[in-house]
């Protein structure tokens, strides 16, 4: 993977480069990330969300999206075989939504994963009316549901999207 996807068209002061999840200014976004998918509105056994650590090894790669040096955003790029990278761990702040930048970070992560070799990228998704707005997301970008793939299997929580990048 390419080590910065910076976006300069995202907003004045925004910056999307690849970092270590383990930053200390990144706790905001992890304890955010994590309380959206233990909300109660997707079952436990349904929760594909990777420990903060599990993101620091080497086939995955992290970014974070910055805005005047502020953590608004992150997301990271799992190698699951050869030439297929999956989206892991993708979260905006909600106070700074509405903006485009969950876009921008989408838009970065793909450019990032083309320039890295991978040829598609895939995602799980909650099918929940709360992931709603990701799914849309996912969709404008060019993904397309497709049946599980790598290690998961059907659940009815779950939607399984994917794109050739």
């Known amino acids: 993977m390419a080590a910065n996807a910076s976006q300069s068209g995202t907003a004045p002061g925004c910056v999307i480069a690849r970092e270590s999840p383990l930053a200390a200014d990144l706790d905001l976004l992890f304890a955010r990330h994590h309380n959206a998918m233990h909300d109660g ?3 436990p056994e349904s929760i594909h969300m990777m420990p903060r650590e599990a993101l620091c090894a080497p086939q995955i790669a992290f970014y974070v999206l910055r805005e005047d040096g502020a953590a608004l955003g992150m997301g990271a ?4 075989a050869p030439g297929h990278g999956e989206i892991k761990s993708m979260h905006i702040l909600a106070e700074a939504r509405g903006r485009g930048l969950s876009r921008a970070l989408l838009e970065a992560m793909i450019e990032a994963a083309r320039a890295g070799g991978l040829g598609r990228l895939s995602l799980e998704t909650g099918a929940q009316d709360v992931f709603a707005p990701a799914r849309a997301l996912y969709a ?3 993904f397309a549901e ?3 793939f790598a290690d998961y299997r059907p659940d009815p929580a779950s939607i399984f999207m994917s794109r050739r990048v």
């Open 41 to 43: 509105n997707t079952p």
């Open 77 to 80: 790029i799992k190698t699951i």
């Open 140 to 142: 404008s970008a060019g």
């Open 146 to 148: 497709v049946p599980p």
